[in-house]
Structure formats: structure tokens, C-alpha cells
């Protein structure tokens, strides 16, 4: 359910008050016996101020940024964590989805490398297998990220079920060229330019620790 504007009432108010005032000083005229010089003066200063605060409450409809309509996620909170991997790779991820976690609008978060699923953390989906559909394939494909500002709207959302159903916003930001960090919002058009920024350079240090581990499995395997 989405949580109301705390500052819609704030907004409002100079609107409020401008039309109550004119309201005011027209009912005055209409009562007043006859009409004096001060009293006329006082009228047009009165309607001066009664029109410049419904101007500002006009602006203030237009300029004051909303806050973003944000969900409770359907789903439960876990963190899983691919049994192969070492301790250093392992803490890795759990500072790198904490940090994540707790610095951006993200509430639930995957980890996708080399086809497997090596973290899941946060609010999660029931389902807890990744199939990349087109989305995810472009990201692993271009290595650039893809940000859907209000997930709903789109047609390939389907390929996110492994998040909450009620996801509202996604980031795919690639891990190299082997994998990629998917993230979900629970409100839409949340994630600001430095956001994005700070899951990128996150997403280059997965990148780094990861292909220094499965490498490393390769040689030995080879």
C-alpha cells in the first residue's frame, strides 16, 4: 500500500490560506455600510497578499518534488549465500549487499556470475532461480546497465520474478563481462545519479574479487 505525502498539507497551504483570505476581505466589502478611502487601501493590499499566496501554493503544486509512491514488498526477508564460495569471497558479498542495503532505496538484491546465483539478500521472491530473459541478457551482452524507473510499466518485467511481485523500480548493473548485480526498489523513480553511481563502483569491486576467484578455479580445474 502506498504511504501518503507527508508534505502535500505543507503544500497546500499558502493556497489554502490565500483563497480563505479573499473570501474574507469580500464578505467585508459586501457588509461594509459605505467605503472609506483607508478601508479601499486596505482592500487592495489585502488582495495583493490573498493573490500572492495562492500564486505560491500554485508554484509550490508545481516545484516541490513528491515523494515517490513506496510499497511494502511482498515476500520474505533472507539472505542466501552460494555454499562454494571461500570466506573471502563470501564476506565480500555480505559488505557489498549491506552496503547496498543500507546507503540506497534497494530492498532486495541478487548476485548473478557465470550463470549462477551466488547471493539473494533482502526482500526475495519465491522463486529462486535466475532465467536472464532479453533485460538481463543485454546487460550481460553490452556490459551497461539498465534502469527501470517504474517496473510495472513495462512488458519484461516477467523476467524478474525472482523479486518481490510487487517490485517497483529494478537496476541491472553488470559485474564485468560474467555476470551482472540485479537490485529492486520498493518505490519507483527512486534511485537518484548517485545511487547509480555508488552501484557501479560497488559493482566494479564484485567484479575484481569474482573473476580473481573463478579464474583461479579454472587453472586449477585445467
Known amino acids: 500500500m502506498a504511504k501518503p505525502d507527508g508534505n502535500s498539507v505543507l503544500r497546500q497551504l499558502p ?22 478611502a483607508s478601508q479601499a487601501r486596505s482592500d487592495v493590499l489585502g488582495v495583493i497578499v490573498s493573490a500572492v499566496l495562492i500564486l505560491t501554493g500554485l508554484l509550490w503544486q508545481q516545484v516541490q518534488p513528491r515523494s515517490p509512491d513506496v510499497v511494502d514488498l511482498i515476500g520474505e526477508e533472507r539472505f542466501e549465500l552460494a555454499p562454494m564460495l571461500p570466506d573471502e569471497v563470501r564476506t565480500e558479498l555480505a559488505w557489498a549487499s549491506h552496503l547496498l542495503l543500507t546507503n540506497t532505496v534497494t530492498r532486495s538484491l541478487v548476485v548473478f ?6 547471493l539473494r539478500r533482502g526482500i526475495l521472491g519465491i522463486n529462486s532461480e535466475v532465467k536472464p530473459g532479453q533485460i538481463l541478457k543485454r546487460v550481460l551482452d553490452t556490459q551497461k546497465p539498465v534502469y527501470l524507473v517504474d517496473l510495472k510499466i513495462y512488458p519484461g518485467r516477467i523476467e524478474f520474478d525472482y523479486l518481490p511481485e510487487n517490485t517497483q523500480g529494478v537496476i541491472c548493473q553488470p559485474i564485468g563481462d560474467q555476470g551482472a548485480l540485479i537490485l529492486g526498489a520498493n518505490a519507483p523513480r527512486s534511485y537518484t545519479k548517485q545511487d547509480e553511481n555508488w552501484i557501479e563502483g560497488i559493482a566494479d569491486k564484485l567484479a575484481n574479487t569474482l573473476s580473481r576467484y573463478f579464474e583461479g578455479i579454472s587453472s586449477i580445474e585445467s
Do not use: E, H
Not at 15 to 36: E, H, K, S, W, Y
Not at 113 to 118: A, C, I, T
Open 113 to 118: 556470475y557465470q550463470g549462477k546465483v551466488l
Open 15 to 36: 493556497f489554502v490560506v490565500g483563497g480563505l483570505a479573499g473570501i474574507l476581505l469580500l464578505v467585508n466589502r459586501l457588509l461594509a455600510p459605505q467605503l472609506t
